[in-house]
């Protein structure tokens, strides 16, 4: 997972709950990511990272269709986001 800061709300919350489980929009912990994200001293940065690349999960309080519309008005094209393994 994208590392930026040990200053982050989500700093030791259990990944899955950024995930779904059929990779829609759609998150069953809505409330609880709102929690953890919005008051979050690093949430620009964390948005920055899936504004600028292809990536789902729920990043920097937005969802997947939310960042859509952000890059759209932003007239952001997103990079995909290539893992070297090794």
């Known amino acids: 997972m994208y590392t930026f800061s040990d200053t982050a ?3 030791g919350t259990d ?4 995930f779904t489980q ?3 929009s759609t ?6 990511l709102k929690r953890i994200c919005g008051n979050c001293a690093v ?4 948005l920055d990272h899936p504004l600028r690349h292809q990536v789902m ?3 920097g309080n937005t ?3 939310q960042r859509k519309m952000m890059r759209k008005k932003l007239n952001i094209i997103p990079r995909p986001l290539h893992m070297d393994y090794k």
């Open 9 to 11: 709300n989500c700093e």
């Open 15 to 18: 990944p899955e709950i950024f």
């Open 22 to 24: 059929d990779r829609s």
């Open 27 to 32: 998150y069953t912990e809505v409330l609880a």
């Open 43 to 46: 949430v620009k940065e964390c």
């Open 57 to 59: 999960e729920y990043w």
């Open 63 to 65: 969802n997947e269709i």
